[in-house]
């Protein structure tokens, strides 16, 4: 289990290092070609999400109400690192 947090984890501290870099282009790519490690384990295209940390956390599947949405949205740094935070309190 501990893998799969921290593959999800790693994911967005590479989106990270990117955006600090200055390379958004490269950074929006990486997001959109890789997979969420939780959501891949816990099955949550589906739209349910059973089990995920995340949406036990929240209450709502899907990373409805977290800094996922805003993150994706606008893909600023400031985005990422709310999403990262975000995270390590969840899976840590």
């Given at each position: 289990?501990?893998?799969?947090?921290?593959?999800?984890?790693?994911?967005?501290?590479?989106?990270?290092?990117l955006?600090?870099?200055?390379?958004?282009?490269?950074?929006?790519?990486?997001?959109?070609?890789?997979?969420?490690?939780?959501?891949?384990?816990?099955?949550?295209?589906?739209g349910?999400?059973?089990?995920c940390?995340?949406?036990?956390?929240?209450?709502?599947?899907?990373?409805?109400?977290t800094?996922?949405?805003?993150?994706?949205?606008?893909?600023?740094?400031?985005a990422?690192?709310?999403?990262?935070?975000?995270?390590?309190?969840?899976?840590?």
């Open positions: 289990m501990k893998k799969i947090y921290q593959d999800t984890l790693n994911r967005y501290y590479t989106i990270h290092l955006l600090v870099a200055g390379l958004p282009i490269f950074a929006r790519t990486y997001f959109y070609e890789t997979k969420c490690a939780l959501c891949d384990y816990y099955d949550c295209h589906t349910k999400c059973p089990s940390p995340i949406s036990e956390r929240t209450g709502i599947p899907l990373c409805y109400n800094p996922y949405y805003k993150f994706k949205t606008l893909f600023t740094l400031k990422c690192e709310a999403e990262i935070a975000f995270l390590e309190k969840v899976l840590t």
